[in-house]
């Protein structure tokens, strides 16, 4: 065992092998370790060890077999019996923008409704002007302290999707800003959303509009701006033939795509986001049979958003009973943007997604690491395993149902992320 430990060396070629200098093994010991490696339960390993090697997991598996590591270990860490999961995997998120939308929240609760305030001109176009307002600093440095929030409760990957600039340098600006974050340690997967509302200066022209998108997404993609393709389809916004369009160009590109899908309306999203294979739906409140059967048919992710279900007083519930039911994988994720879901707690949508979806406690868990991973097309995180990502999230709770009980106060005491 020591000399597997010795020569693992992930991701080099062979040939690399020999010059490279042997990544930095460290152990973590004496954790309630939870895996989620298996399709079901939540793999407890009461009392577990890791060792990594660089950013992966070089092994895996209770204490009393850890082997002998000699020189091999340069760090030791005694967890004292805290809970070890997989770091979180928020998958779905808006998270550069400028401004905020408190005021319509307000509006909101006196009786106004998200469609009365988009319509009228606020909603997203109010976050477009903020945010094309602020320079790119600005928005890093906002964006950054989001960040840091998700991170301090658990979160080691993020997807961070555009569609507050809806231009072509706005847009490329806060992909860039999204590019950046991904320098600071926690891994970050970039989505364009420009098909996200139709900005001023093409008001009356959507069609327009989603023709420059097509023009402007080639170029975003040749800057390395781009991991996936994402659309709003939704009567406020776009319908399925302007998305089909987008999803178009995406696939020319060989850019998997997803789409916010039957929040306000059953549109028909969903069936046209499977046909073009797409890695999840999101939102899906007003979802139906048809969707799902070619949700299934796709292998395609319902993406759960149980925040902006709660901040629009939302009623209809997404079809839980009949996606489980249907073996279509479900994820949870904050959705963080100013308009539907101010929050930076995935942990709390895990509890949300359980007293108000009727996930279980294991299933909403699974939404937010190994689900959500898969999600984002990733198949290198969201469980614990031999030459996974080393993404830890170590928690002062007992039992990873937990993480779905207490609500609204931090229990995560640190996350580990790769060879960080
Ligand atoms: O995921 N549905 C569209 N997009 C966001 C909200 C955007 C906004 O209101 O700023 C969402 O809910
Ligand atoms: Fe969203």
């Given at each position: 065992m020591t000399d597997f430990l010795e020569s693992f060396t992930p991701g080099l070629p062979e040939q690399a092998v020999a010059a490279a200098p042997a990544p930095a093994r460290r152990v973590w010991r004496h954790a309630r370790v939870a895996t989620l490696a298996d399709t079901t339960g939540w793999g407890l390993i009461e009392r577990g060890a890791i060792v990594t090697a660089g950013a992966r997991i070089a092994w895996i598996g209770p204490e009393s077999d850890l082997p002998a590591l000699g020189k091999a270990a340069v760090e030791e860490h005694d967890l004292g019996g805290a809970l070890l999961t997989p770091g979180l995997v928020d998958a779905h998120t808006h998270l550069v923008y400028g401004g905020d939308r408190a005021h319509e929240f307000e509006l909101r609760l006196q009786g106004a409704s998200y469609e009365d305030i988009a319509r009228a001109g606020g909603g997203i176009r109010s976050t477009v002007a903020a945010t094309r307002a602020a320079s790119e600093d600005a928005l890093f440095a906002l964006a950054a302290g989001r960040l840091k929030t998700l991170r301090d409760g658990g979160v080691t990957t993020v997807e961070i999707k555009s569609g507050y600039g809806l231009s072509f340098e706005d847009e490329a600006r806060c992909l860039r800003v999204a590019r950046?974050?991904?320098?600071?340690?926690?891994?970050?997967?970039?989505?364009?959303?420009?098909?996200?509302?139709?900005?001023?200066?093409?008001?009356?022209?959507?069609?327009?509009?989603?023709?420059?998108?097509?023009?402007?997404?080639?170029?975003?993609?040749?800057?390395g701006l781009v991991d996936a393709?994402?659309?709003?389809c939704e009567r406020i916004a776009f319908s399925t033939a302007q998305v089909e369009r987008v999803f178009a160009t995406a696939q020319s590109l060989g850019l998997p795509v997803k789409l916010h899908a039957e929040q306000l309306s059953d549109s028909g999203?969903?069936?046209?986001?499977?046909?073009?294979?797409?890695?999840?739906?999101?939102?899906?409140?007003?979802?139906g049979a048809a969707g799902i059967a070619a949700m299934r048919a796709a292998g395609t992710v319902a993406m759960l958003l149980p925040g902006a279900y709660?901040?629009?007083?939302?009623t209809q519930l997404p079809p839980v009973a009949a996606l489980r039911e249907a073996g279509v994988a479900m994820a949870v994720s904050t959705d963080h943007n100013p308009g539907t879901s101010p929050t930076l707690s995935?942990?709390?949508?895990?509890?949300?997604?359980?007293?108000?979806?009727?996930?279980?406690?294991?299933?909403?868990?699974r939404g937010a690491t190994v689900n959500a991973a898969r999600a984002l097309g990733l198949a290198d995180r969201g469980a614990l395993a031999v030459d996974r990502r080393a993404d830890f999230a170590v928690w002062d709770l007992e039992h990873p149902r937990e993480l779905a009980y207490w609500f609204g106060h931090p229990a995560c005491r640190a996350t580990i992320l790769g060879a960080t």
């Amino acid at each position: 065992m020591t000399d597997f430990l010795e020569s693992f060396t992930p991701g080099l070629p062979e040939q690399a092998v020999a010059a490279a200098p042997a990544p930095a093994r460290r152990v973590w010991r004496h954790a309630r370790v939870a895996t989620l490696a298996d399709t079901t339960g939540w793999g407890l390993i009461e009392r577990g060890a890791i060792v990594t090697a660089g950013a992966r997991i070089a092994w895996i598996g209770p204490e009393s077999d850890l082997p002998a590591l000699g020189k091999a270990a340069v760090e030791e860490h005694d967890l004292g019996g805290a809970l070890l999961t997989p770091g979180l995997v928020d998958a779905h998120t808006h998270l550069v923008y400028g401004g905020d939308r408190a005021h319509e929240f307000e509006l909101r609760l006196q009786g106004a409704s998200y469609e009365d305030i988009a319509r009228a001109g606020g909603g997203i176009r109010s976050t477009v002007a903020a945010t094309r307002a602020a320079s790119e600093d600005a928005l890093f440095a906002l964006a950054a302290g989001r960040l840091k929030t998700l991170r301090d409760g658990g979160v080691t990957t993020v997807e961070i999707k555009s569609g507050y600039g809806l231009s072509f340098e706005d847009e490329a600006r806060c992909l860039r800003v999204a590019r950046r974050l991904g320098r600071t340690g926690v891994g970050v997967r970039t989505t364009s959303l420009a098909a996200h509302a139709l900005p001023p200066e093409f008001e009356g022209r959507a069609d327009d509009y989603i023709a420059a998108v097509c023009d402007w997404l080639p170029m975003w993609h040749a800057q390395g701006l781009v991991d996936a393709v994402d659309a709003f389809c939704e009567r406020i916004a776009f319908s399925t033939a302007q998305v089909e369009r987008v999803f178009a160009t995406a696939q020319s590109l060989g850019l998997p795509v997803k789409l916010h899908a039957e929040q306000l309306s059953d549109s028909g999203g969903a069936e046209l986001a499977a046909r073009f294979q797409a890695l999840s739906c999101d939102h899906l409140e007003y979802l139906g049979a048809a969707g799902i059967a070619a949700m299934r048919a796709a292998g395609t992710v319902a993406m759960l958003l149980p925040g902006a279900y709660h901040f629009l007083r939302e009623t209809q519930l997404p079809p839980v009973a009949a996606l489980r039911e249907a073996g279509v994988a479900m994820a949870v994720s904050t959705d963080h943007n100013p308009g539907t879901s101010p929050t930076l707690s995935l942990a709390l949508m895990i509890h949300l997604a359980c007293v108000d979806f009727r996930l279980t406690p294991e299933e909403a868990v699974r939404g937010a690491t190994v689900n959500a991973a898969r999600a984002l097309g990733l198949a290198d995180r969201g469980a614990l395993a031999v030459d996974r990502r080393a993404d830890f999230a170590v928690w002062d709770l007992e039992h990873p149902r937990e993480l779905a009980y207490w609500f609204g106060h931090p229990a995560c005491r640190a996350t580990i992320l790769g060879a960080t």
